[in-house]
C-alpha cells in the first residue's frame, strides 16, 4: 500500500504564510513527478504547483512568484510554500504523485486533501 500523508493546512490572515508537506509512505520503488491540487467546492480541482525527479518546477499563473514547490527525495516528501497569501487562495489542496510500488506498475495517487483558509 502506497499512501500520502499531508499536513501544514489552517487559517491565516491575508498576506500570510503557510508551508504544506506531503509525505509518501509505503512500498515505495520510485516517486516521479510530484503535485499540488486545489479545489473549491463547486469549481474543477486546479493545478496549483508542480515539480519533476529531477527538480523542474511548473506553476498556475495564479501562484506565481509567491509560492514554491520543492521535495526531498530521501524522504519521499514535497512541500508547498505559501506567501503573500490572498482570500482568493482559500481551498482545500491535495497533493499527488506518480509512484511506482516495489514490485509494481507507476500509479497515480492523491493525498486526503488540507484545508487553507485565508482570512482575516
Known amino acids: 500500500q502506497v499512501q500520502l500523508v499531508e499536513s501544514g493546512g489552517g487559517l491565516v490572515q491575508p498576506g500570510g504564510s503557510l508551508r504544506l508537506s506531503c509525505a509518501a509512505v509505503?512500498?515505495?520503488?520510485?516517486?516521479?513527478?510530484m503535485n499540488w491540487y486545489r479545489q473549491v467546492p463547486g469549481k474543477q480541482r486546479e493545478l496549483v504547483a508542480a515539480i519533476t525527479s529531477d527538480g523542474s518546477t511548473n506553476y498556475a499563473d495564479s501562484v506565481k512568484g509567491r509560492f514554491t514547490i520543492s521535495r526531498d527525495n530521501a524522504k519521499n516528501t514535497v512541500f508547498l510554500q505559501m506567501n503573500s497569501l490572498k482570500p482568493d487562495d482559500t481551498a482545500v489542496y491535495y497533493c499527488?504523485?506518480?509512484?511506482?510500488?516495489?514490485?509494481?506498475?507507476?500509479?497515480?495517487?492523491w493525498g486526503q486533501g488540507t484545508q487553507v483558509t485565508v482570512s482575516s
Open positions: 509505503g512500498s515505495i520503488f520510485s516517486i516521479y513527478n
Open positions: 499527488n504523485a506518480d509512484i511506482r510500488r516495489i514490485l509494481s506498475a507507476t500509479r497515480n495517487y
